[in-house]
Nanobody, 116 residues
């Protein structure tokens, strides 16, 4: 089972920016480049929801609520997918997770708190 390591969260004021990182373990180095990766977020008491995804060839997809504000990208040489979050709003406050398509094992996530 593959567990990714999420990082980069924190406390930021409304309108601010954060860059999240999703690092894949070295054990999947040989197949990393074939994986479609998705960022999810989870609000307290709610199920995880899709935020953004990126395919092996770089095709991206975003939830309507983050379009124009968030950008997903990947650096295959670093086994890392990034989520650049700009113009953050209080409603973006959540725990953020990443996973590959079909992944069932989850990492610790990273907490994003948007508050003045």
């Amino acid at each position: 089972q593959v567990q990714f390591v999420e990082s980069g969260g924190g406390l930021v004021q409304p309108g601010g920016s954060l860059r999240l990182s999703c690092k894949a373990p070295r054990t999947i180095l040989s197949v990393w480049w074939t994986l479609d990766i998705t960022w999810y977020r989870q609000f307290p008491g709610k199920q995880r929801e899709l935020v953004a995804s990126i395919t092996r060839d770089g095709t991206t997809n975003y939830a309507d609520s983050v379009k124009g504000r968030f950008t997903i990208s990947r650096d295959n040489s670093k086994r890392t997918v990034f989520l650049q979050m700009n113009s953050l709003r209080s409603e973006d406050t959540a725990s953020y997770y990443c996973n590959h398509a079909g992944g069932v094992s989850w990492g610790q996530g990273t907490q994003v708190t948007v508050s003045s």
